[in-house]
């Protein structure tokens, strides 16, 4: 069977109209169409909020990482005053990018002419530009693009009207209060590009029904189905649960935490916050991806993690967090080889989607918001 030749955003709007007691996977076409794609960047990352880290990985004057966000070029810096600050990566002279990578400036200089700006983003200085009459360096500073920190999460956005994170995310923070996800130190931080579209490792990540046949070589043996408890998302963000296996200690409330009792002293959430931060929350570590579109068929991953500072004083944490990276990198080779697999399937003329396990319900909740999104900047 050959799969539809619909319009994608028409084919997404038919998927989406069914219950999700009847749902199926999303149109292969909303994966693989570059007419897709070119929606999804105008009317979800143009405008939503998107995660470039922790703030604790910015800790200094000069600190900075760089991204690019539906085309843009931005620059996230701590500056002079400690104010985390989002500019264009963009020079304002012949328009080179400014920044790469990650990394520690005294200033901003740019590699094709030297022009070099402040950590505010005003020019400090242009070599050989006092002949030209009309250059006035007060003239310069590289445009601001909207910052926000919410629990030790750093966002930007290119819409100056998007609401505020922490009154969309309201909700998160109720429920995780007892983590105390502002004391997490970020201990490692990676990026990769892997050949997938976004939407397939974004999706790999909201379900656990594939923990114990992708990762039979790893942590399969300790993902129980029945324990998986995924309920109805939310306008910004879905999530589901899991409880974790008391010998990873790591991954259990440290002693010291007094806030959280019961079952909630091994739950894991994990949560996938719209569009595209995925975080794995346990009471001792996280871990995240933060994924941005290169095309449809790659996609760009922001890697990172640590640890609860309720452990930062036990004398074996470094060891046991060492391990847990080890295997964090073998569950990404597991990841990688799924999810590549199902792009490569998916772009076959025979793909067809089938029907929606009651494990992938943020599955479901993730297209109804894709669908939400692109109807409402279409008609805006």
Known sequence: MAKDHLDPVDALRQNTAQPFERAQAMPPSVYTSEAFLAQELEHIFSKDWFCVGRADALANPGDYTTCELAGQPIAVIRDRDGNLRALSNVCLHRMSTLLEGSGNT??????????????????????????NEGFCKDQYKLPQVKCQE????????????????????????????????????????????????????????????????????????????????????????????????????IAMAHPDNDRLTGEERRTTYLLAIYP????TLTPGYFWYLSLHPKGPGQVHIRFGGGMSNDFANDPDIEQNFSDLKALLDEVNIEDRGCTEKVFVGLSSERAVAGHLSHLERPNYDFAQYLMAKIEAGQAG
């Open 106 to 131: 005294r200033a901003i200089v740019c590699p094709y002419h030297a022009w070099t700006y402040n950590l505010d983003g005003s020019l400090r200085g242009a070599p050989a530009m006092t002949l």
């Open 276 to 279: 595209s931060l995925l975080i």
């Open 150 to 249: 919410w629990l030790g999460w750093v966002f930007v956005t290119l819409n100056m009207d998007a609401p505020d994170v922490a009154e969309q995310l309201k909700q998160v923070e109720e429920m995780v209060s007892g983590y105390g996800m502002t004391n997490y130190t970020e201990t490692f931080f990676e990026e990769h590009v892997w050949d997938t579209n976004w939407k397939v490792l974004a999706e790999n990540f909201m379900e656990s029904y594939h923990l114990p046949v992708c990762h039979a070589g790893t942590i399969g043996g300790l993902s129980k189905l029945e324990d998986m408890i995924c309920p109805p998302g939310l306008p910004a963000f879905n999530y589901h649960t899991i409880l974790k296996e008391e010998s990873l200690r």
